[in-house]
């Protein structure tokens, strides 16, 4: 699994990917994604939006953050850590293994700091979701009890496994 950084010569076809219709509403288009990484760089914040590679083929899109937005629902870990904003595979590819590679290729990323020092990584992720939330937790996510709006939060260390 490789993370792409987005450009003008594969931004379309990573739009273009999708969810299956009965996951639609635990994640965000692509699109408007990549509308909040544009809106939040604007703003002097990072975001870090990312194709998502098996060889040359575009399977998912995932985006990363650091620190805190001064969001009123985001949750008191956000300030210091990274946060996985955005993890989708398209549907074509799901059931594969590619969600836990893109996890293991996100987390190798984020060990690199590279917006800057931290300890953790945040996620969120919608009660229902009970997909997401067994490969998080196969990830070495953890529940804090804490919410995002209405979802739920985890958090992991990004020391080396």
Do not use: K
């Amino acid at each position: 699994m490789e993370l792409r950084r987005i450009d003008e010569h594969n931004v379309w076809p990573l739009v273009r990917l999708a969810v299956r219709p009965d996951q639609a509403g635990f994640v965000a288009t692509n699109a408007e994604s990549l509308i909040e990484a544009y809106v939040t760089t604007a703003a002097g914040r990072p975001a870090l939006p990312f194709g998502l590679y098996e060889g040359e083929e575009p399977v998912g899109f995932v985006m990363l953050g650091y620190g805190a937005s001064g969001d009123p629902d985001e949750p008191a870990c956000a300030r210091g850590s990274y946060c996985l904003w955005r993890l989708m595979i398209d549907a074509r590819f799901q059931g594969r293994g590619l969600g836990r590679a893109a996890l293991d290729a996100v987390l190798a990323l984020l060990r690199t700091r590279p917006c800057g020092p931290a300890d953790t990584v945040w996620l969120s992720y919608e009660p229902e979701n009970t997909a997401a939330r067994a490969l998080y937790h196969r990830a070495g996510f953890r529940e804090n009890g804490a919410r995002c709006g209405d979802e739920i939060v985890a958090v992991r260390a990004l020391a080396p496994e």
